[in-house]
C-alpha cells in the first residue's frame, strides 16, 4: 500500500462530497447518476467489462478519485485481479509514463478493495 493513501478513505470521501453536492445541485446530481447508472448497466457489454473500461480511462486521465470509484466497482462487478491487472497494462499503453504512474496508484487501489473485502 501507497504510504498515506487510503482508496478506501478516498471513496469514502468521494461517496461523501457527492452527496453534499447532489443536495446542493440536486437536478445536476440526478441527471448524473441517472447517466452514469445507465453507462455502466448491462447491455451489449456488460458492467464489469465497462468498470473495466472506465478504470483504465481513470489511469490515463490521471484521476485519483475516479480510481477509487472504478476499481471499488470493477470488483463488485466481479473483477478479478488478473482482469484488472491486464487493463491497468492496457492503461500504461494508452497513458504512457503518466498512465504507468497512475496505473501504479489503481494497483495499490485495487490490493486495497480486495484486501478490505477479505
Known sequence: MTEGVSYTNRLRNVKKNSHSLATAAP???E????????????GVLDTKTKELMALAISVV????????????????????????????????????GPGMI??????DAV???????G
Open 31 to 42: 441527471s448524473f447518476e441517472h447517466f452514469h447508472q445507465t453507462a455502466v448497466a448491462t
Open 102 to 107: 497512475y496505473a501504479s496508484h489503481a494497483i
Open 61 to 96: 486521465k490521471g484521476c485519483d478519485d475516479c480510481i477509487a470509484h472504478h476499481a471499488h466497482d470493477a470488483i463488485e462487478a466481479g473483477a478479478s485481479r488478473e482482469e484488472l491487472v491486464e487493463t491497468l497494462g492496457l492503461a500504461v499503453l494508452m497513458g504512457g
Open 27 to 29: 437536478e445536476v446530481m
Open 111 to 117: 490490493d486495497q478493495f480486495f484486501e478490505a473485502a
